[in-house]
């Protein structure tokens, strides 16, 4: 089973705290160019897998979406989630996403924002969105950069928000990963982009987007702080059509 962390209530509290927590999409640096690969939506049927406080669910609705689901494995995030959303169009549900099924040809978009590295059972969770999407329906979903993965050893230096920074440790040993982010004893599952690469080809998608994000100038300019993204890649976009 995922480790549900969301639910400790120190890491809690400090995720609540980030700019993404309180800002929603726009206090994400990633989100323009998350964003910027997503398709229409008018009329369509959305899943977020591991949708958090429901930020994503929310504004998919906002962009004409039909019907969208939220899928997490924490009490806490589906509980906000829930005060913050109104209207029917949008269900939440508690699932395992090693765990998780969907009907099959049911939706046109799966969705999911850092939610994957935390996810061991990757392969079938990939053949479990791939089923659940109509044909030419699309799979968009970020993670944590495999440099921010492979560190795991204590005593390393930590960036603002507590994630290791330089050097990596056995970048090529995948599996899971113990870090001190936000509590003691995060469990996050490195892989390497080879790896999400090939999984998603197996599964039958066709890539048509991948991404190691980084700040833009402009950015930086607005938010000094975020210069030092620059010395690694934050992040991984990926973008794949059935």
Known sequence: MTQNIYDDPEFFQGYSGLPRSVDGLEGAPEWASLRALIPPLGGKSVVDLGCGFGWFCRWARGEGAAK????DVSHNMLERARQQTHGGAIRYVRADLEELS???????????????HYVAGFERLFSVAYSALRPGGCLVFSA?????????????VT???????WPVD??????ARVTNWLAPGVVKQHRTIGTYTRLLLEAGFALTHLEEWGPSDAQIEA????????QRPTFMLFAARR
């Open 68 to 71: 969208v689901l939220g899928v």
């Open 102 to 116: 969907l009907p099959k040809e049911s939706c046109d978009l799966v969705y999911s924002s850092l939610a994957f």
């Open 144 to 156: 944590e950069h495999p440099l921010l993965t492979a560190p795991s050893r204590p005593g390393w």
């Open 159 to 165: 960036d603002a928000e507590g994630r290791p920074t």
């Open 170 to 175: 056995d970048y090529l040993v995948e599996g």
């Open 223 to 230: 938010n000094p702080a975020l210069a030092q993204e620059r």
